[in-house]
Each structure stands twice: as C-alpha cells, then as structure tokens.
C-alpha cells in the first residue's frame, strides 16, 4: 500500500529541547516536502527537497532543519523549538515527471506542542 | 504573491443537495490546481487535478472546474452524502520547479442526514 508515514503522530515537549519528527514514503517519488498548517494562516511551505541532497526553503523556514539522505526519508528538524513552533505539520510527497503534473501525497500529520 | 481564496469559509447543506465550492487566486499564471479533501485529525487526500491547458476535471459525483483568465476555479459536487463531510482544499501550483503549492485556507462542509 502506497503511503507516507510520519512519526509519532502527537509530541509534547518543552522549550529548546531538540526534536526530530520523521517522514518516509514507500513510493519512490523523488519530491518531498514539509508543510504546517495553523487556524487562520492555512498550509504554509517549511522546505522542500527535489531529490537525495537536494533541499530548498519554503516559506517558513526559519527555526527547522531538513536533510534528504536517501530518497524515501525526509526528517524535519527543530534545533531549538519555540511555543511558536506550535503547530500540525504535513509531509507531502509527490513523483516529479515532466512538468510536474503530478498529485501530492499526504501523511496523516504530526501535532506538535512546545511549553 | 499568489494568494489563495476560499468562500464560504463554512457550509452546511442537508442531505442530497448539489453544491458549488469556490477557490479564487491572483495570479493567473499557475501550473495546476488541485482540490484536497482533510477530514479530522488527518492529512489531505488529494480529490482532483486540473492542469492548466485544462478547462475541468470529472471524479464520480465531483467536477472541478478552472478558468484561468478571471483567477477561479470551482469544486462542484453532486447528490451530497453525510460522507462527504470536510475540510475543502484548494491550491495552485506555483512555479514549474517541484511541486510547490499555495493552499487556500478551506471550506468546511457538513452535510447534515
């Protein structure tokens, strides 16, 4: 079966704690990328990856890290998180293919809560 | 920028109603334009795709239409089912690099039984 899984699904942790919310897809597409969505503001672009080793802004950058080691794990990281940082966040993942008319493919979300 | 509207913000309609969601951008040079679906405490599941050279596209009781000139594009949904209770998404693709994509903010549908 076709999917993306992110994990864990809910986190809880306090301000400046590192953590890594992982995402990994079974589909072989070369494009992923990392979305979170607030009340208000709707789906905003954190970074995105075209490919293995290659990452690029979104957005909303500022405060996560991202790294595309191999082609199907796309890990988000948050160095030092900030209540601010509060949020759902989305990995998406889509097969790039001429001029990229292709669907993109959800995880089920990660709600995070920084204290 | 590209700025993505969706009106109403909410909508309820009882059971078996035809009903039109609308998505409206302001740029007119997009790529594509898909419409999502998000139900509760899950992603979004992609519904259809209108490449730009397109006019609509058709998925059993939903027809997506797009009109690039005026900046809309409508979600149309047929005989509406309690099932089909959820969050709305619409979003353009920006750019012909990746898939990058502005979302508009929703339309939470409920269809009452």
């Known amino acids: 079966e076709a999917q993306v899984t992110q994990n864990p699904r809910y986190l809880i942790t306090v301000t400046g704690k590192k953590l890594t919310v992982t995402c990994s897809q079974n589909?072989?597409?070369?494009?992923m990328s990392w979305y979170r969505q607030d009340p208000g503001l709707g789906l905003r672009q954190i970074y995105y990856s075209m490919n293995v080793e290659v990452t690029d802004k979104g957005d909303v950058p500022e405060g996560y890290k991202v790294s595309r080691k191999e082609k199907r794990n796309f890990p988000l990281i948050l160095e030092s998180p900030s209540p601010n940082q509060t949020s759902l966040y989305f990995c998406?993942?889509?097969?790039?293919?001429?001029?990229?008319?292709?669907?993109?493919?959800f995880g089920n979300g990660t709600r995070l809560t920084v204290t | 920028k590209q700025e993505v509207t969706q009106i109403p913000a909410a909508l309820s309609v009882p059971e078996g109603e035809n009903l039109v969601l609308n998505c409206s951008f302001t740029?007119?040079?997009?790529?594509?334009l898909q419409w999502f679906r998000q139900d509760p405490g899950k992603g979004l599941t992609s519904l259809l795709l209108?490449?730009?050279?397109?006019r609509e596209q058709t998925s059993g009781r939903l027809n997506a239409s797009l009109d690039k000139s005026s900046g809309r594009s409508t979600l149309y949904i047929a005989a509406s089912q309690p099932g089909d209770s959820a969050t709305y998404l619409c979003?353009?693709?920006?750019?012909?690099?990746?898939?990058?994509?502005?979302f508009g903010p929703g339309t939470r549908l409920s269809v009452l039984p």
């Open positions: 589909m072989n597409h070369e494009y």
């Open positions: 979003a353009v693709k920006r750019d012909n690099y990746g898939q990058n994509f502005v």
């Open positions: 740029d007119s040079a997009i790529y594509n």
């Open positions: 209108i490449q730009s050279s397109q």
């Open positions: 998406a993942t889509s097969k790039v293919v001429g001029t990229g008319n292709s669907p993109l493919h």
